[in-house]
Each structure stands twice: as C-alpha cells, then as structure tokens.
Nanobody
Framework: QVQLVESGGGLVQPGGSLRLSCRAS????????TGWYRQAPGKQRAWVARISSGGTPMYADSVAGRFTISRDNANNTMYLQMNSLKPEDTAVYYCNRIPPRSWGQGTQVTVSS
C-alpha cells in the first residue's frame, strides 16, 4: 500500500500563508485522484480540495480562491498552498485518495492572533 504523510502545518496569523506537503511512499498522484480534507475540533471531516491524475484541481467553496492544490509526480508529493488564512481554517489537515481510504496522522493548522 502507498502510505501518505502530511507535514507543513503550524501556527499562523490571520491573513498569513502556509504550504502543506503530502509525501507518498510510492507513485500515486499520476494514477489516482487525490486531495485534502480537514477536521476542526467537534466537527465532521470535510473535503477541501482535489486534483485528478491528469492534474485538474477542484476546491470546496470555503477555500476557493485562497488555496491551491498541486503535485510533483517525480517526487511523489502533493501540496496545498494556503493563502489569506482565516481562523475558520483551523483544523487538522489530511491528504488521501478520493474517495478516501485509511487516514494518517494529519498536520495541525492553527490560524490565530
């Protein structure tokens, strides 16, 4: 099985930016639709963005225009560039296949002053 590991989270002020990485143990982004989910405390896990095997992106309305999903197939890495961050973006962010399979540890993003 291809394992996915998220990284890049942290504490950022409102209006700031973060770049999350999703590193795979093998080839996946060139052959499967993958994406990002997030889960805030006490809330359901929500889909954030996806990218097809061909590289076509799609975003949830809540992040469209602020987040950008991309991937580097050669390095088996997918990214989520997050700009103009809001406190509402605070959550644990996960990457996965779409539809998702097993979940990893995720990476914490906290947007606060």
């Amino acid at each position: 099985q291809v394992q996915l590991v998220e990284s890049g989270g942290g504490l950022v002020q409102p209006g700031g930016s973060l770049r999350l990485s999703c590193r795979a143990s093998g080839s996946i982004f060139s052959i499967a639709t993958t994406g990002w989910y997030r889960q805030a405390p006490g809330k359901q896990r929500a889909w954030v963005a996806r990218i097809s095997s061909g590289g076509t992106p799609m975003y949830a309305d809540s992040v469209a225009g602020r987040f950008t999903i991309s991937r580097d197939n050669a390095n088996n890495t997918m990214y989520l560039q997050m700009n103009s961050l809001k406190p509402e973006d605070t959550a644990v962010y996960y990457c996965n296949r779409i539809p998702p399979r097993s979940w990893g540890q995720g990476t914490q993003v906290t947007v606060s002053s």
